[in-house]
């Protein structure tokens, strides 16, 4: 009997990982990347408002972070009109997306997503051994009608939405979504992944009511908010669903300078307004790029653009892999048709311009 | 059928948390704590250059953090003289103990704990399905001997132990754990909680050999390094392990500040050495501040102290209410005989201050 005893499903979990990283690229590679725009990262960063707070909390960081995330929780649910019951704070939506497939999902229990949607969330359902059912995009939309179709087939317990979608930036309206409610099956809970949604054009945002119980939405601090190195997300969902965290989070897995720095950058509107208008400007300088190459940028209602290099995946995945080899980190969809793209993350002008010089080249290599 | 549909185990784990966070007491008593002495944080707070590292990286916080903590697990490797496949880097113990328990624990699986150790332990083993059975404390230390003997009758697949014992602060020498090890029943790993070994004697920490497949150490920046706000700890285990954890863990999940925070720190050995040595001097004051009160302080081996109160666990509890409406912030063992004392974090000669003009009115109200 070999030390330790894994359990059976860890055994029969594949030892791959969602993501590589950036940096474990730039090692390989042996230099730093020229621009990050693979990881959908804020490159405007957040608000000075919010550096200032996690700088000035640095000082207390000798002390353990408010488990309840109190103040922040207050802030968020007063600007949602939610009751603080319905938001939980949690380490990003990575963090909040394992722990709700754990609360609902167990051996063979039956969960929907779209096919080459957010891996790491399949990665979570693998982990608590869920069986994942996939419904193909429609017209690179995720394809709400039938992914509530593929879980009154399969009775799914949980269906991933993401709105906007990653990685084709593509959306519904709010009110579609809402609209969608009342044909979910019984017992189905919606997964509303709302990570990009300030991005979107007005509208996008579903408007649920907070004590719904047939739907729960995540947003981060991750993306608009410019604050992915500190590791902070939230929910929205009805009072028992969010009680429920309880009985499983890392109740003091929040850093105090994430909970502090959250707070700065939801109150400062202003410079979330900038981001929105820069990240505006970058998605239609990303278009052009790639206009002048000849390629087609899908629209988009998040901080990326998928870049539509108009052959299939393998040559895609050469002209990312020349644009990597040229400093450029970006990344793709992992499944046809939506792999004939490339996906780039909006950035300053000194990163497009990086990108713009570098396209020419990744396409000419890519052609052969 | 309700919605949403939680797992059987879930619907079977009960609604209470380990702990109450002292801002959620602060804002029941609507006053903050005058002496913050009942988490075992470490008031003296982290090293200059952690806060320095921390304030800087604060303008890089719009990147993911490096998901393999690559220079940090680097560092920590060399310096403990393992591969660095043998360490892992994670949010916290508490963080780190969840995965594990995920790892090895399903339902009904055995698993051996000292009667009144970390709850935040016995919380992940229930979490996910496990026999958790509980070993007495024998006189006032965890009984290596009895943990490894219910082991075997249990057939347990994992033993917790920490070394220094919280709440207690008694602890083993590092030659008598791996002594121990050879006893182990096979299948069955020793977790070995080493949260407090900076603070405890030389030759407590115990020398295993980092390709040893029989135990798992935990180690944290939370405690002698200061930095509990921003979760961050590691395992040291065999590299096989260690690899298993990559099934599971949220690879994005680490703090960037906490990163290059935790970094900062560990390089700081004299700051190290002088918190080490203000840990002692408040041991020592503790100590006095007992006896002047005709308490007796137990020995310790980390950065509290466990005061025994001399009666029974009713009397430390009305002592421990008396501290709290006084603005003292503390805790005490939740199990008996273990729960005769209150447990008393190290502090500042103001903290100690605070503590020294509460206790005699505490203890003069508790015997009403």
Request: proline share 6%; with cysteine; glycine share 8%.
């Given at each position: 009997?070999?030390?330790?005893?894994?359990?059976?499903?860890?055994?029969?979990?594949?030892?791959?990982?969602?993501?590589?990283?950036?940096?474990?690229?730039?090692?390989?590679?042996?230099?730093?990347?020229?621009?990050?725009?693979?990881?959908?990262?804020?490159?405007?960063?957040?608000?000075?408002?919010?550096?200032?707070?996690?700088?000035?909390?640095?000082?207390?960081?000798?002390?353990?972070?408010?488990?309840?995330?109190?103040?922040?929780?207050?802030?968020?649910?007063?600007?949602?009109?939610?009751?603080?019951?319905?938001?939980?704070?949690?380490?990003?939506?990575?963090?909040?997306?394992?722990?709700?497939?754990?609360?609902?999902?167990?051996?063979?229990?039956?969960?929907?997503?779209?096919?080459?949607?957010?891996?790491?969330?399949?990665?979570?359902?693998?982990?608590?051994?869920?069986?994942?059912?996939?419904?193909?995009?429609?017209?690179?939309?995720?394809?709400?009608?039938?992914?509530?179709?593929?879980?009154?087939?399969?009775?799914?317990?949980?269906?991933?939405l993401a709105n906007p979608?990653?990685?084709?930036?593509?959306w519904h309206?709010?009110?579609?979504?809402?609209?969608?409610?009342?044909?979910?099956?019984?017992?189905?809970?919606?997964?509303l992944?709302?990570?990009?949604?300030?991005?979107?054009?007005?509208?996008?945002?579903?408007?649920?009511?907070?004590?719904?119980?047939?739907?729960?939405?995540?947003?981060?601090?991750?993306?608009?908010?410019?604050?992915?190195?500190?590791?902070?997300?939230?929910?929205?969902?009805?009072?028992?669903?969010?009680?429920?965290?309880?009985?499983?989070?890392?109740?003091?897995?929040?850093?105090?300078?994430?909970?502090?720095?959250?707070?700065?950058?939801?109150?400062?509107?202003?410079?979330?307004?900038?981001?929105?208008?820069?990240?505006?400007?970058?998605?239609?300088?990303?278009?052009?790029?790639?206009?002048?190459?000849?390629?087609?940028?899908?629209?988009?209602?998040?901080?990326?653009?998928?870049?539509?290099?108009?052959?299939?995946?393998?040559?895609?995945?050469?002209?990312?892999?020349?644009?990597?080899?040229?400093?450029?980190?970006?990344?793709?969809?992992?499944?046809?048709?939506?792999?004939?793209?490339?996906?780039?993350?909006?950035?300053?002008?000194?990163?497009?311009?990086?990108?713009?010089?570098?396209?020419?080249?990744?396409?000419?290599?890519?052609?052969?």
């Amino acid at each position: 009997m070999d030390t330790p005893r894994y359990t059976d499903l860890v055994q029969s979990l594949p030892a791959n990982v969602p993501f590589v990283g950036p940096e474990e690229q730039e090692r390989a590679r042996g230099a730093p990347f020229a621009a990050r725009l693979g990881a959908n990262e804020n490159i405007f960063g957040p608000s000075p408002s919010a550096i200032a707070a996690m700088r000035a909390e640095a000082d207390n960081v000798w002390k353990y972070g408010d488990p309840s995330s109190h103040d922040l929780r207050i802030a968020l649910a007063k600007a949602m009109n939610v009751a603080a019951e319905s938001i939980l704070v949690g380490e990003g939506i990575d963090g909040l997306l394992g722990n709700l497939v754990r609360l609902l999902i167990g051996p063979g229990d039956a969960v929907v997503t779209s096919d080459g949607a957010y891996p790491t969330f399949n990665y979570h359902v693998a982990g608590f051994g869920g069986a994942l059912h996939k419904v193909p995009y429609r017209e690179d939309h995720e394809d709400l009608g039938a992914l509530i179709a593929r879980a009154q087939d399969v009775d799914a317990k949980l269906i991933y939405l993401a709105n906007p979608d990653n990685p084709m930036g593509s959306w519904h309206s709010g009110a579609d979504i809402v609209a969608a409610l009342d044909h979910l099956p019984e017992g189905c809970l919606l997964l509303l992944d709302e990570a990009y949604v300030e991005f979107a054009p007005e509208g996008t945002a579903a408007p649920v009511a907070g004590d719904d119980p047939r739907v729960i939405r995540m947003r981060t601090f991750s993306k608009a908010y410019g604050m992915a190195g500190a590791r902070i997300g939230y929910a929205i969902g009805a009072p028992d669903l969010i009680r429920n965290f309880d009985k499983i989070r890392n109740h003091f897995g929040m850093s105090r300078m994430a909970q502090v720095g959250a707070l700065a950058a939801f109150r400062d509107v202003e410079w979330l307004a900038d981001i929105q208008a820069k990240v505006a400007v970058a998605r239609n300088t990303i278009a052009r790029i790639a206009a002048e190459n000849g390629l087609a940028a899908l629209p988009s209602a998040t901080n990326f653009v998928a870049v539509d290099c108009g052959r299939d995946g393998d040559f895609a995945r050469a002209v990312l892999a020349a644009l990597v080899a040229r400093g450029v980190f970006v990344r793709m969809p992992f499944v046809a048709p939506q792999d004939r793209c490339i996906r780039i993350s909006c950035g300053r002008p000194e990163d497009m311009e990086v990108l713009a010089r570098a396209l020419p080249e990744a396409l000419a290599e890519a052609r052969g």
